[in-house]
Structures are given as structure tokens and as C-alpha cells.
């Protein structure tokens, strides 16, 4: 059974930092394509980050020069490390992956970790 789970979120003041960790179990984070997403209230979730298993890398426009994903294959997590962080980055973000080898169909998912960034 696969397992995502997020950590890291918390509460941070406009152009602080912080660095969210997807632990993986049931699936190996180097196998196929992983990604974050946010959604904040009222709004569509939307992807923020994602990387293939490959290596290939993408960012939204919004977090270009920001934020960066990653992935410790020994630890078998995933990250987001998140700098700059303004209030409208303020959102519940959640982890995704792909069947293994394939391409990002995003078929698993985590609980989420809520990001608040205040003014």
C-alpha cells in the first residue's frame, strides 16, 4: 500500500522560509514522477513543483526562483524547499506520484500540510 506523508508546514512571516518533506512508503520516490500541489481556499489546486524519474524538473511561474524540488533516494522523501515565501503562497500543499515508470498521472496522495505565510 502506498503512503505519502507530508511534514513540515507551519506558519511563517512574508519572505521567510520553509522546507516541506514527503516520506514515502510502499513506493520508491525514484521510480516515477513526483510533484507538489497547493490548493488555497476558494481556489483550484494547482501544481507547484514536479520531477520526473528521470530528473527532469518543472516549475510553475509562481515558484520559479523560489522554490526547489528535490529527492533524497536513501531517505526515500521528497522535498520542497520554499524561500521567499509571500502571503499568497498561503495553502494547503499536498504531495503526489505517479505510477512507477510512467509518466505523472499523480494516481497517489498525501494528507496535505498547511503553509501560512502572514504579512
Known amino acids: 500500500q502506498v503512503q505519502l506523508v507530508e511534514s513540515g508546514g507551519g506558519s511563517v512571516e512574508a519572505g521567510g522560509s520553509l522546507r516541506l518533506s514527503c516520506a514515502a512508503s510502499?513506493?520508491?520516490?525514484?521510480?516515477?514522477?513526483m510533484g507538489w500541489f497547493r490548493q488555497a481556499p476558494g481556489k483550484e489546486r494547482e501544481e507547484v513543483a514536479s520531477?520526473?524519474?528521470?530528473?527532469?524538473?518543472t516549475y510553475a511561474d509562481s515558484g520559479k526562483g523560489r522554490f526547489t524540488i528535490s529527492r533524497d533516494n536513501a531517505k526515500n522523501t521528497l522535498y520542497l524547499e520554499m524561500n521567499s515565501l509571500k502571503p499568497e503562497d498561503t495553502a494547503m500543499y499536498y504531495c503526489?506520484?505517479?505510477?512507477?515508470?510512467?509518466?505523472?498521472?499523480?494516481?497517489?496522495w498525501g494528507q496535505g500540510a498547511q503553509v501560512t505565510v502572514s504579512s
Open positions: 520531477i520526473t524519474f528521470y530528473g527532469r524538473l
Open positions: 503526489a506520484a505517479g505510477r512507477p515508470w510512467g509518466f505523472c498521472d499523480n494516481v497517489y
Open positions: 510502499g513506493y520508491t520516490v525514484s521510480s516515477g514522477c
